[in-house]
Nanobody
């Protein structure tokens, strides 16, 4: 089994920054793709960013490109989401997820949708006020 625990959410004013962390434990060798998703009330879950931990390639959604950065520390089995220049529309519950494994490529990882992720964290709330 794999456990994912997010932290770092909170409330900030527009223009502020937050750094989300997601610590993975358990069978961490069973996946090589990690992503951040968010879901606002009444909206569908959307992909924010993903990273292929096997090679480091990343994907960022257009809505966050240039403001958010995903990174991964292999030694700590932790993925981060640095969020700068936050906007009120970034307000949502943010979830960390893991997918893939042996045989799954970076290109697959960067195009994987939420239904392809096997493991999910409990979520951390981000609230941005104007």
């Amino acid at each position: 089994q794999v456990q994912l625990v997010e932290s770092g959410g909170g409330s900030v004013q527009a223009g502020g920054s937050l750094r989300l962390s997601c610590a993975a434990s358990g069978y961490t060798y069973s996946f090589n793709c990690m992503g951040w998703f968010r879901q606002a009330p009444g909206k569908e879950r959307e992909g924010v960013a993903s990273i292929y931990t096997g090679g480091g390639s990343t994907y960022h959604a257009d809505s966050v490109k240039g403001r958010f950065t995903i990174s991964h520390d292999n030694a700590k089995n932790t993925v981060y989401l640095q969020m700068d220049s936050l906007k009120p529309e970034d307000t949502a519950m943010y979830y960390c997820a893991a997918a893939g494994g042996q045989g799954y490529s970076g290109s697959w990882c960067l195009s994987a949708g939420p239904h392809e992720y096997n493991y999910w964290g409990q979520g951390t709330q981000v609230t941005v006020s104007s």
